[in-house]
């Protein structure tokens, strides 16, 4: 018989509950501070139900009542500089980190919240959730978008798990300023990040890959489980093998903690420690808080007028409420009387009561009474494409396309890992991560060659997680302090990350109102032809077309990437930068001795004047266009290397121009059909341009089929020169050419 022995893991679980003794060493002014802060969560919040019964909250209203120990408990334990995120049902902890902000002195029973700094903040949360251009977010983010940098709320997220691996991102940006700071000879230690979520999100992929992520690189970051037993309506026993959601901590190497979210001093005390582990650089830690929220998902009824659960156990629940706890510790110590709780509650419901009378007003149609919104207090709707991105500033000498003068010939991936080199060296921001960077001399292709040797720290080879690590470069850009490439080593990984890529990174900026900036860079090759199959060959400048935040750069010579890398870097913006395989080892001129020119923001290249015909294309095709059109020189086509692909930044000038000279348009591009690039330009330049067109817009581009591992079926499914000729004689065909 085998032997077999318990395996000892690297990480503990410990289950922390208070005692009187607990209650009785707790620091009254902590105590006070906590009632003040609950109350005011409780209140608001109760509020913002009453206003989402009547109609005036457009959308849902998660609310936290029944939760606001949790929350208070751990902000608490805080410093002011200290970053937080959360989930659609945040708004206790948005609340409880800017009251801790605007009076980290604490607060007293005698003023509550009698502050304008304090009322003011209210309002401004009461519009946000309302939709109102006084909000934080100038009502982009509503009730479940709630951010305010400046007090460290990093954002609440609507997507489960969404905001987990941006929280990394503002971790591994303190771990990063602590080591910074150490060596400049300040020891005022390291800042911790907290990520409230819920027990839904603890069993999503993006949770998992950032506790991997955060325990391996030590990052301080304390995932907070506010485990209230329920996604919508169902139950976490019914779809958790342990419903003890602390003991995963441990099986990721991270320290953890088990509390009763329903007594905020024993959170608190959960916290404080799990802030003392992270301060003194041992990593990561998880709290779960098993807590209660009163009522349904949301709106203003309780979940037993659902079905899914009793008014028996809701009552167990509220007979733990965690406002009671503390005012009867309170009331046990002689801290506090009956007669000042009452004031508390009747001077905080006035107070935000003030708050809503000064944003909405009595409905002149309504024959009830009801109340309406402020109609001045609306954004105005011109305005709702503002900040999708941001205002363009590039720095450097900007050039034109005659920078190959005193030229030298380089490889195009040594331009890459020459141009991402020299910017490490002039930006100790600039961050390089993904899979295998550090390694097999600069990744897979050599495109970060001589970085790890050159800058070890900010060279960071992550694992397979690209959920995680996309979403820790968000979260680090946010910081305004931090300027990540990230590499995806293959386009179709896009999928993988698609939240963070497009739900998070793309919409960041718009969606908070352009609190922050979003410079993240994602460089991704296109492997098609190289044998990859379907999996490892897609092109996706169809898909970031067509969602909103990114601007899109493909570079067809290594001179081309120079330029446009530093122009990527200059910018506030998320930036897609496509490489494609088969230039990989091609050569072009680059500027001797210049690593540090731009190349324009929306500035196509025309490769090859013409006036019989505009081909518009990018990347790889840019060559057999060129090909092409020497081959079929009758057509007299004009070749536009296109370089930038997203709307905002393409050359519509240039496009008009040569459409406006040739009146026929052929578009170029490699991959397939379904998630083609040129469908979208093709009805653009259809609403732009058709006063000036000879004949229907014609397209080269691949099969449906994605690439298949079969050389045949590979080169089948793929746009090749061929292909490019039989679009030229199509043109010509249509134009009465031989």
């Not at 409780?42 to 109609?55: D, S, Y």
């Not at 046990?332 to 419901?349: P, T, W």
């Not at 000498?397 to 910017?423: K, N």
Request: hydrophobic share 40%; with cysteine; proline share 4%.
């Amino acid at each position: 018989m085998p032997t077999t022995s318990p395996l000892s893991l690297s990480a503990d679980c410990t289950e922390l509950q208070t005692t009187r003794d607990d209650w009785d060493a707790a620091d009254p002014a902590l105590l006070e501070t906590m009632l003040v802060q609950m109350q005011t969560v409780r209140t608001f919040e109760e509020a913002v139900l009453q206003l989402a019964g009547e109609g005036l909250v457009h959308g849902p209203a998660h609310s936290s009542i029944g939760q606001e120990g949790a929350a208070v408990g751990s902000v608490l334990a805080l410093a002011a500089a200290d970053g937080v995120n959360g989930t659609h049902r945040g708004h206790h902890q948005f609340l409880a980190k800017g009251l801790s902000y605007l009076r980290p002195e604490g607060l007293t029973l005698a003023d509550g919240i009698k502050d304008d700094r304090l009322i003011e903040f209210l309002r401004c949360t009461m519009s946000e959730i309302l939709g109102l251009k006084a909000g934080f977010s100038g009502g982009r983010g509503g009730s479940m978008h709630l951010q305010w940098m400046e007090a460290g709320a990093l954002g609440t997220n609507a997507i489960v798990g969404g905001g987990v691996p941006l929280a990394a991102g503002n971790a591994w940006a303190q771990r990063r300023d602590a080591q910074n700071a150490e060596e400049d000879g300040d020891a005022s230690g390291i800042g911790v990040t907290v990520t409230y979520f819920g027990d839904g999100a603890s069993n999503i992929g993006s949770t998992l890959e950032t506790f991997n992520l955060a325990a391996a690189w030590r990052l301080p970051l304390c995932f907070f489980i506010e485990n209230n037993l329920y996604a919508v309506s169902t139950h976490v026993a019914e779809v958790t093998g342990d419903p003890r959601l602390a003991a995963r901590g441990p099986g990721f190497g991270i320290t953890s903690w088990r509390v009763d979210g329903m007594d905020p001093l024993a959170v608190y005390l959960a916290q404080r420690a799990a802030v003392g582990h992270m301060r003194a650089g041992r990593g990561a830690t998880l709290i779960e808080a098993e807590t209660y929220r009163y009522f349904h998902q949301n709106g203003p009824f309780p979940g037993s007028a659902f079905g899914y659960r009793s008014k028996e156990e809701e009552k167990q629940w509220r007979d733990r409420d965690p406002l009671r706890r503390v005012a009867d510790e309170m009331t046990r110590r002689g801290l506090v009387s009956k007669e000042q709780l009452e004031d508390l509650q009747s001077s905080i419901a006035e107070l935000v009561a003030g708050v809503v009378e000064a944003l909405t007003e009595k409905d002149p149609d309504s024959s009830k009474g009801a109340r309406r919104i402020r109609p001045a207090l609306w954004p105005d709707p011109a305005t709702v494409d503002d900040g999708i991105r941001a205002e363009l500033v590039v720095g450097g000498q900007v050039l034109s396309d005659d920078y190959e003068r005193a030229a030298r010939p380089r490889r195009f991936v040594d331009a890459i890992a020459d141009v991402l080199g020299r910017r490490m060296d002039l930006d100790q921001g600039v961050v390089i991560l993904g899979e295998d960077v550090h390694r097999l001399k600069g990744g897979t292709n050599g495109a970060t060659r001589g970085l790890k040797d050159a800058h070890p720290d900010r060279v960071l080879g992550t694992p397979i997680s690209e959920n995680a690590f996309a979403g820790l470069a968000g979260g680090l850009s946010m910081t305004g302090r931090y300027k990540p490439v990230v590499e995806f080593m293959y386009s179709d990984f896009v999928w993988v990350a698609a939240d963070q890529i497009f739900n998070q990174i793309g919409k960041a900026r718009h969606m908070f109102g352009g609190q922050s900036g979003m410079p993240v860079v994602l460089r991704s090759k296109v492997a098609m032809g190289a044998g990859y199959g379907s999996q490892h060959s897609m092109d996706p400048a169809g898909i970031f077309a067509t969602n909103p935040g990114w601007r899109i750069v493909a570079p067809s010579t290594p001179g081309d990437y120079i330029g446009l890398m530093n122009t990527a870097l200059d910018l506030q913006d998320p930036v897609l930068v496509l490489e494609h395989v088969d230039l990989y080892g091609t050569q072009g001129p680059i500027p001797e001795g210049d690593l540090d020119y731009r190349l324009p923001v929306g500035r196509a290249a025309v490769r090859r004047a013409g006036k019989g015909a505009t081909v518009l294309t990018y990347l790889n095709m840019v060559g057999l266009c060129l090909q092409a059109a020497e081959q079929r020189s009758q057509l007299d086509a004009e070749v536009i290397d296109l370089r930038w692909l997203d709307k905002a930044s393409l050359d519509w000038e240039a496009i008009g121009a040569s459409i406006k000279k040739t009146n026929n348009v052929l578009i170029v591009e490699q991959g397939a059909s379904g998630t083609s690039y040129g469908g979208w330009l093709a009805d653009e330049i259809q609403r732009r341009f058709f006063d000036y067109l000879d004949q229907p817009i014609q397209r080269v581009m691949g099969r449906e089929a994605a690439p298949s591992i079969s050389k045949v079926l590979e080169a089948a499914a793929n746009a090749d020169l061929d292909d490019v000729l039989t679009g030229f004689d199509e043109l010509a065909r249509n134009l009465g050419l031989s």
